[in-house]
């Protein structure tokens, strides 16, 4: 079996949010080989806070197949020049720890000036008061306008890369 073709760890909940078709497809903005980039699930902390996720169930870059590794890193250039050019931010963070679901998936967060919640930590913050219901998400209909414009920017950009 290639490993592109992704074995699902039925404990996974990466592995469980790709299974889900129906729940994914709105919120997917790119898939490649190897590569799936998703907008955060409604409710979202912010516009463009993205996920770049292995397909198949990897841990990350130590479980990385040659061909993963070779692509990982121009994968992650583009995931994020696009989320740069979708928002207009400044920078894009790219976070990924791995102990909410042990299957590599990468944050990218776009940080903006003048929108303290964005800098350094301060966005984990961000991410925890809209888990915990203490601050408003980001409307779901300006993150929906958003994904459309990102897939529609990836068609060629994201394209490139593999």
Do not use: N
Not at 1 to 28: K, N, W, Y
Not at 37 to 42: N, Y
Not at 118 to 143: C, F, G, I, N, Q
Not at 146 to 155: K, S, T
């Amino acid at each position: 079996m290639s490993q592109s073709v992704q074995p699902f760890q039925s404990e996974c909940g990466v592995c469980t949010i790709h299974r889900d078709v129906a729940s994914l497809a709105p919120l997917e903005i790119w898939r490649g080989e190897h590569w799936l980039l998703r907008h955060h699930p409604h409710p979202s902390p912010l516009i463009g806070w993205c996920l770049l996720d292995a397909r198949r169930h990897c841990g990350g870059p130590l479980d990385f197949s040659a061909a993963e590794a070779a692509e990982w890193g121009l994968i992650v250039q583009r995931a994020s020049l696009l989320v740069k050019q979708t928002s207009g931010c400044e920078r894009v963070y790219a976070i990924a720890f791995g102990e909410g679901a042990r299957h590599l998936h990468l944050h990218l967060i776009p940080r903006c000036s003048g929108i303290p919640e964005t800098e350094a930590w301060a966005v984990a913050d961000l991410y925890r008061d809209v888990k915990d219901k203490r601050r408003l998400a980001a409307a779901d209909s300006e993150v929906d306008a958003w994904i459309q414009d990102a897939r529609h920017q990836a068609l060629s950009l994201m394209a490139s890369a593999v």
